[in-house]
């Protein structure tokens, strides 16, 4: 097994078992760190999953800022991590998660590398108010960007709203996350890349650069529009925004001490 093989199967472990695995110690080449999220998903892939989008990261200020890191990340999302919107969570399969309000895009034409933001909503189906749930397979939830890049960029799971119609200004929709009915995070889809449209054209561009062009079909997650909130046992997350609607969930009650 070489050294790409052999991170990515530790990566996966730790994220299958859900248990932390140290930071990585050697220093990698932004290369190397996506070549090792591809062999992680080939992984994934190989036991059934199928990719069904791709999600982006650092595409705001407020999530630059609580994790230190100012350069945008991407990675891929499979069907095995959608979760029922109003369904409930399984807090056991995680190893540290957390939530973060977005919102999505899904995809009725393929884009190229190189788009407008004109031509990349020409290509959009429909808008979602959505959730991403993010979790770090690392020790604390710490890394450096390439550790979170070979880490999928903690992508885990997802819940989209209702999908909307894309012919409306989404240049500033306010967004509101709330969990037990508590407001914990305002902000605006005008934080995301100063329109998230622009999150669209990027992750365009991303995803051909990597032989994985974007395709009808495709969900493309614009980013966390606030900072990350860490989920509990019992919790109930509901994000709004703006002429979108919702999306919600809950986490079941069950941790690792009462699972066994
Ligand atoms: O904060 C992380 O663990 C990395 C993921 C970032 C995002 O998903 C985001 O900024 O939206």
């Not at 885990?156 to 500033?172: E, F, K, M």
């Not at 990027?202 to 900072?227: C, S, Y």
Request: hydrophobic share 45%; glycine share 8%; net charge negative.
């Amino acid at each position: 097994m070489n050294r790409i093989e052999d991170i990515a199967g530790r990566l996966d472990a730790a994220a299958r078992n859900a248990t932390p695995t140290p930071q990585l110690a050697e220093p990698l080449s932004l290369d190397e760190a996506y070549a090792i999220q591809a062999a992680l998903m080939r992984l994934r892939y190989e036991r059934g999953e199928r990719r069904i989008g791709i999600k982006m990261g650092f595409t705001s200020r407020a999530k630059m800022a609580q994790m230190g890191i100012d350069e945008m990340i991407w990675g891929r999302l499979t069907d095995g991590m959608l979760q029922e919107e109003g369904g409930v969570v399984k807090f056991t399969r995680y190893v540290h998660p957390r939530v973060e309000p977005e919102i999505a895009f899904l995809l009725k034409a393929p884009l190229p590398a190189k788009v407008s933001p004109m031509e990349a909503m020409a290509a959009v189906e429909a808008v979602a108010p959505a959730l991403e749930i993010i979790d770090s397979r690392y020790k604390d939830f710490r890394f450096s960007l390439t550790d979170v890049i070979a880490d999928n960029s903690s992508s885990s799971g997802l819940v989209i709203g209702n999908w909307n119609s894309p012919r409306q200004d989404l240049s500033n929709l306010g967004i509101v996350l709330e969990i037990n009915g508590q407001i914990r995070q305002v902000g605006s889809s005008a934080a995301i890349l100063g329109h998230p449209v622009r999150s669209l054209v990027a992750a365009a561009r991303l995803a051909a650069a990597a032989d994985e062009p974007l395709q009808a079909g495709d969900i493309v997650m614009a980013g966390g529009a606030t900072g990350a909130e860490a989920l509990s046992p019992g919790m109930h997350v509901c994000v709004r925004v703006d002429r979108l609607g919702k999306a919600e969930f809950s986490v079941d009650g069950e941790t690792a001490s009462t699972s066994s």
